[in-house]
Nanobody, 123 residues
């Protein structure tokens, strides 16, 4: 499975960005797709996840109500709509996938990773 993330950039606080992550290869191994983020010196942290049919979504408390995850299986793509962005959302965002159908918040449980896309929110 190959994951290609894109859509990051520089935005002012209060603004919006939409990240996309396109999967290719053995997409049957992407039952759960998720977004994580990481800042230098800190561990990669869970942001959001979605199950294979989009029926269940999960969010970190820090982004709940501001971020929305969705997926389009016809396009093998997962999206992260980020609204009301804050400077503390600044990070490299990674998409990830796992074949198991159970959502986990631990980055160690995800086998497939995209290359990361930088989101910078200015105050």
């Amino acid at each position: 499975v190959q994951l290609q993330a894109y859509g990051g950039g520089l935005v002012q606080a209060g603004g919006s960005l939409r990240l996309s992550c396109a999967a290719s290869g053995r997409t049957s191994s992407t039952n759960v797709m998720a977004w994580f983020r990481q800042v230098p010196g800190k561990e990669r942290e869970f942001v959001s996840a979605v199950t294979w049919n989009g029926g269940s979504t999960y969010y970190a408390d820090s982004v709940k109500g501001r971020f929305t995850i969705s997926r389009d299986n016809a396009k093998n793509t997962v999206y992260l709509q980020m609204d009301s962005l804050k400077p503390e959302d600044t990070a490299v965002y990674y998409c990830a996938a796992r074949a198991a159908t159970v959502v986990t918040y631990s980055h160690r449980q995800y086998r497939y990773w995209g290359q990361g896309t930088l989101v910078t929110v200015s105050s």
